[in-house]
């Protein structure tokens, strides 16, 4: 009797068991002998496009989603930045902006299927390729290797990472089908096997051995070299063809079988600061993307949404350091702010032939021209320095970023001469961008900007007992590709010489501001305000109805923009190509938003006529560049202004204003 209870019970236990997992759960596999994937058992081709997370702002995570979905796509890909998510060492953080559950989550409401690059490398053009900054704490750390340096964090974030979105597997009812391992490995020189074997098994344990675990490499057997295991599912990735046939041919001499997979097909190109924007040809795109899908090939379109680099998470680019701008637009189907675009009703015709289309395409949000808001100069950065609240550190020889532990933004040097002396300051350890500031007698005596791989280096002075020099050095961004991710240390990375000898005794501080800040409105004036050196300016946008909007900066020169408590981006007209950037309507309020700008060179506040911002309903990323900055003409430039400036100095005193 007892033992038919048992026997009753187990049945019924077991019976629920694969009922449970027929009705929550699916299956996602290779079939080599049908060159397919399939989805619960049946053929499955994905139709994928890029998005990133950590560049769309989160209120709009379902409105790109849903357009994706719109345009037929039955996938989307995103990377992880392993940095975005773990800030410093063991401090996680998956809340609002980085809660990749609820993203994938929405993903999923769409019937979007879900390839997931989880790194930890992810290039993606993001602040060091999705490393950690304190990672570099470590000297001599190698990234991307065995290196037990690198590899102890890279475990403990996998486990941490894996358990987060294991629940989320096609298999345990969520819309994960495929995980990628590192990225694009094969074009990085280590060529290190047993750290892909590595990945590769920290994959399989965390997740299970019946997850299609791949690579991604360029389509070259020399890449395909370094960046495959013979286990692990390689896929090549390839721009505009119309012999895609011959593309695919390079994946087949690793894969003899199975799925055709382009893991990034090209819709658009990334831009640097100082370049033309990128484009490439609607037409283009539309014709490849069809003959790839006319091969029954699986294509994830990189970017089906670029979306923007906010705040300092923009990466840089080798040889000759070039970082890349705030708008990561790319030229998708959906532009920066999610706009349908005619490469997106291309792309969206291209798929119709394919895939039945079942949704109406949502429309484009609205853009707002709020107009011209005036700012208002606060404080040169010279006053803030000598403002009580800032605490500095000090130190015999200077720190880097890293060593401070303020990884971002900017750090303020500064060191007081304790002797006479002239000669050259040799600055050439800088990474990324200096403005230098010399204070002789208590006045403002030099003003430079000193750029790495871009000129001179060093700074004729001349100074007495007493006078000091502030450096505010930049990190325009981590390098996120190649080699020279190993030469990403950031601040004064080397001592700073005058004659020869190196300069000791230093403080420094590190500042990345919100616009909620109110310490750097200085109580004294130490040093008069400055038109063309480090200066903050604030301003208030008076919002009715919050729309999205760009801010028009082609009055101002290089800075950083702030709005409430939202970190912008950087802002180089100057430049170029990008001149406006773009504001979600979610960051602005009904009333007064508060808009603060440290502008870094040259601010067009010398004709009180000028000195404002515009907000604008279109966006501007395709601006003139300037490559070649005359420097010489602009030190003159300089000069004259802060001449004009002492004497405006003098008619516009008491216009400044607390808040
Ligand atoms: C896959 O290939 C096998 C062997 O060629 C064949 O028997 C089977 O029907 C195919 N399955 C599908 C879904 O086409
Ligand atoms: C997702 O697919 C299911 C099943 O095919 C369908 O019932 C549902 O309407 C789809 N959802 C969307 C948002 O298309
Ligand atoms: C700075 O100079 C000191 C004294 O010569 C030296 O010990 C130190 O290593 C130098 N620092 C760097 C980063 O080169
Ligand atoms: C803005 O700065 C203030 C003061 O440092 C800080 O308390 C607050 O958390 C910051 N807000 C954001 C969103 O970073
Ligand atoms: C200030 O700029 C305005 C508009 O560009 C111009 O009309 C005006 O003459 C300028 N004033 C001075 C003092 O330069
Ligand atoms: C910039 O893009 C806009 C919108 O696509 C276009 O009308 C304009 O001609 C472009 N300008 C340049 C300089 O390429």
Redesign the pocket.
């Known amino acids: 009797m007892a033992a038919r209870t048992v026997v009753f019970i187990c049945t019924v236990i077991l019976i629920i068991s694969i009922f449970i997992k027929d009705v929550s759960a699916g299956t996602f596999a290779i079939?080599y002998?049908?060159d397919t994937f399939v989805k619960d058992g049946k053929?499955f081709r994905y139709i994928s496009g890029s998005i990133h997370y950590s560049r769309v702002p989160a209120q709009y995570w379902d409105d790109r989603l849903h357009k994706i979905a719109a345009a037929g796509l039955n996938a989307i890909q995103t990377y992880i930045p392993w940095n975005f998510h773990e800030a410093e060492e063991g401090q996680y953080d998956f809340s609002d902006q980085r809660d990749v559950v609820t993203f994938l989550q929405i993903a999923q409401k769409y019937n979007l299927s879900v390839i997931l690059r989880s790194g930890p490398y992810i290039c993606g053009e993001w602040e060091f390729g999705g490393l950690p900054a304190w990672l570099l704490r470590q000297p001599g750390l190698k990234v991307r290797t065995m290196d037990p340096k690198f590899i102890k964090p890279v475990d403990t974030w996998m486990t941490k990472l894996y358990t987060t979105l294991k629940p989320l597997l096609y298999k345990n009812g969520g819309p994960i089908i495929t995980v990628q391992i590192e990225n694009e490995y094969g074009s990085y020189p280590a060529c290190d096997y047993n750290y892909l074997r590595f990945l590769r098994d920290k994959a399989r344990t965390m997740l299970g051995s019946d997850v299609v675990l791949f690579t991604t490499d360029g389509d070259g057997d020399g890449y395909l070299k370094c960046g495959t295991l013979p286990d692990v599912y390689a896929t090549v990735d390839f721009g505009i063809t119309y012999t895609p046939a011959k593309n695919f041919a390079i994946q087949r001499h690793k894969e003899p079988k199975g799925p055709l997979v382009n893991s990034e097909f090209y819709t658009g190109w990334l831009d640097h600061w100082g370049e033309k924007h990128s484009t490439t040809a609607t037409a283009a795109v539309a014709k490849s993307l069809d003959l790839m899908l006319a091969l029954g090939a699986n294509v994830n379109m990189y970017m089906f949404e670029g979306g923007t680099n906010f705040g300092f998470w923009n990466g840089a680019e080798f040889p000759s350091y070039k970082a890349i701008p705030t708008s990561y637009d790319y030229d998708a189907p959906l532009s920066e702010a999610g706009d349908i675009t005619d490469k997106y009703m291309k792309v969206w015709q291209v798929i119709a032939k394919y895939n039945p289309v079942t949704m109406d395409v949502p429309p484009s949000t609205l853009k707002k021209a709020y107009g011209k808001v005036p700012m208002r100069f606060a404080s040169t950065l010279v006053d803030h320095m000598d403002n009580s609240a800032v605490i500095p550190l000090s130190s015999v020889y200077p720190l880097t970023f890293e060593q401070l532990g303020h990884y971002y933004g900017f750090v303020v040097y500064k060191h007081v001469f304790r002797m006479a002396a002239t000669g050259n300051l040799d600055l050439s350890g800088v990474r990324d961008r200096a403005y230098l500031t010399l204070i002789h007698n208590a006045e403002v005596s030099v003003n430079a900007v000193i750029e790495r791989d871009n000129g001179n280096m060093t700074v004729p002075v001349s100074v007495s007992t007493g006078d000091y020099v502030l450096i505010i050095v930049e990190n325009q961004g981590r390098i996120n590709y190649g080699n020279h991710m190993n030469d990403n240390v950031k601040g004064l990375t080397t001592n700073v010489t005058l004659n020869n000898k190196p300069l000791e005794v230093w403080e420094q501080t590190g500042f990345s501001y919100n616009a909620s800040q109110q310490v750097l409105f200085p109580t004294k004036t130490s040093v008069s305000k400055g038109y063309s050196m480090p200066s903050f300016y604030a301003g208030i946008l008076v919002v009715d109805e919050p729309q999205d909007t760009y801010f028009d900066m082609s009055q101002w020169t290089k800075g950083q923009l702030y709005i409430n408590s939202h970190n912008l981006g950087r802002y180089w007209p100057k430049k170029g190509p990008q001149v406006r950037l773009y504001v979600p309507k979610y960051y602005l309020s009904r009333g007064e938003n508060f808009i603060l700008m440290i502008e870094l060179e040259q601010a067009p506040c010398l004709n009180i006529s000028t000195c404002y911002v515009e907000f604008m309903d279109k966006p501007l990323i395709n601006g003139t560049v300037d490559g070649a900055e005359d420097s010489s003409e602009k030190q003159a430039d300089t000069f004259l202004a802060r001449m004009i400036w002492l004497l405006l100095d003098l008619l516009y005193s008491g216009w400044e204003w607390l808040i």
Do not use: L
């Open positions: 079939d002998d049908n053929p």
